[in-house]
């Protein structure tokens, strides 16, 4: 595995001269990325430390494999932001992200669009063929709006069949892509449970 430069361990404490015992510095901790002989990086925790034996100080480092804890945490962040069925930014986030752009809006008087979207009817998809079905739906609606929409553009999914849509820096251009999501959704052969659903939406 090789290594970036590793942290100098800390200075000995006056604590230990004194005691006449082993000096010893207290262990230096980092976070870095290491790689692999197969190329693979992984992130790992280096605790550097001094010990000393007689005479001669030893240095002791520990390495530490923390590759799943990161994984964890960058996991438990997404769940934070997103809707877990759908992918899409949840409320919370998006009236976050709105505040932001109203702000900056006012201060640069810069245009933008927001659109609320509903699905037609979609209680009769959970009461006849069940959540599970109506789960399928939204996610292939979140599907279809994300493929309509450019790269600065934010979807959230803000409750139940209710979707939001900002789009940064866009005026009346905003209603031809509201219009291509309701067409896109309603030309939509939705597949579930060996069904096929058709479903409209409205703005």
């Known amino acids: 595995m090789l290594l970036p430069a590793l942290p100098e361990p800390a200075p000995q404490t006056k604590t230990a001269r004194r005691g006449g015992g082993p000096a010893g510095a207290a262990p230096q901790g980092c976070e870095v990325v290491a790689r692999r002989k197969d190329g693979q990086e992984v992130h790992v925790e280096v605790t550097v430390a001094v010990a000393h034996a007689g005479s001669e100080p030893l240095r ?18 997404r769940l934070a932001r997103r809707d877990p069925l759908t992918g899409l930014f949840n409320r919370r986030t998006f009236q976050a992200e709105l505040e932001r752009y109203l702000e900056l809006a006012r201060k640069h008087r810069v245009r933008g669009a927001l659109v609320f979207l509903d699905l037609d009817l979609f209680k009769y998809i959970n009461d006849t063929l069940g959540h599970q079905a109506g789960d399928q739906v939204l996610v292939r609606v979140a599907e279809i709006i994300q493929a309509q929409l450019r790269p600065t553009d934010i979807a959230a999914r803000h409750g139940g069949d209710e979707f939001a849509i900002l789009m940064p820096y866009t005026g009346r251009e905003a209603l031809s892509v509201a219009e291509s999501i309701l067409r896109a959704v309603q030309q939509e052969d939705f597949q579930v449970k060996g069904r096929s659903v058709t479903m409209t939406a409205s703005v």
């Open 60 to 77: 002791i480092v520990e390495v530490r494999d923390i590759s799943g804890h990161k994984r964890v945490q960058a996991m438990l962040k």
